[in-house]
C-alpha cells in the first residue's frame, strides 16, 4: 500500500521511523524508547481516516509524532484537526518539532499528561480515536469518550495481537458496544478497527 502524500513528509517520515528503530534499541525504559507505530498500520489508519472524511480525531499516544504526523497528514486532506495526548514532556517537544519541520502544526493540539485525566476534561465530539499508549488504561478511556464521539464514530486501536492477550479487556469492551462492527487487521502488531454506525 503506497498512498499519495508529498515526497518530503514521506522522506521525513521514513527518517523519523529509522531514528525511533535506533533509539529503541539501545533503550528499554518507556520513558525513552518512541515505539513508533508500524509504517504499514500507519498507512491504513490514514487510508480510513480519509476514506471515512475524519475531521475530528483524537489520538492517544503522541510520541515523538511519527503517527501524529499520519494522523495530520489526513486530517489536512479532510479539512480535519488532530488533537494529540502524550504523557512525557521531551517526547512532546520532539513532537511539535516534527509537526513544525513537516508544516502540520496547526493541523494539531498537542497536550501533555495523563490522558485518562484529559479525556475526562475533552469535551469532544470526536468522529475517529487512535489508541496507541497505555494499554490498560484504554477501556476507561472508551468509557469516557463514549459519551463525546459522533454518532459515527471510527475507534483504533495499536498493539491488538501483540503480546497476546493484553488489550482483551478492550477488544471486549468494544464488541459489547451496540451497532459496533468490529475487527482486527493483521498487519503490522495488529490494528483493532470498529466502526459504530449511526443510529
Known amino acids: 500500500m503506497t498512498l499519495t502524500m508529498p515526497p518530503e513528509l514521506r522522506e521525513q517520515l521514513d527518517a523519523l521511523y529509522a531514528e525511533g528503530l535506533a533509539n529503541d534499541a539501545t533503550h528499554t525504559r518507556y520513558t525513552e524508547r518512541m515505539m513508533h507505530l508500524e509504517p504499514q498500520t500507519a498507512e491504513l489508519v490514514a487510508l480510513l481516516l480519509r476514506l471515512g472524511q475524519r475531521r475530528s480525531i483524537l489520538e492517544i ?6 503517527s501524529t504526523l499520519w494522523l495530520a497528514w489526513a486530517a489536512s486532506t479532510t479539512g480535519g484537526h488532530v488533537t494529540s495526548i502524550d504523557l512525557v514532556e521531551h517526547k ?9 519541520r513537516a508544516g502540520l502544526h496547526d493541523q494539531v493540539t498537542l497536550l501533555v499528561g495523563d490522558a485518562t485525566a484529559i479525556v475526562t476534561e475533552l469535551s469532544g465530539p470526536f468522529d475517529a480515536v487512535f489508541f496507541d ?3 490498560v488504561s484504554a477501556p476507561r478511556q472508551l468509557e469516557l469518550l463514549l459519551p463525546k464521539l459522533t454518532s459515527n464514530a471510527l475507534l483504533m486501536h495499536d498493539n491488538a495481537t501483540l503480546p497476546p492477550g493484553e488489550l482483551a479487556p478492550y477488544l471486549a469492551a468494544v464488541a459489547a458496544l451496540p451497532r459496533v462492527d ?7 502488531k495488529g490494528l483493532s478497527v470498529a466502526y459504530r454506525a449511526g443510529a
Open 61 to 66: 499516544g503522541t510520541s515523538s509524532g511519527y
Open 92 to 100: 512532546h517537544a520532539l513532537a511539535e518539532a516534527n509537526l513544525r
Open 133 to 135: 499508549a497505555d494499554r
Open 182 to 188: 468490529h475487527m482486527v487487521f493483521p498487519i503490522g
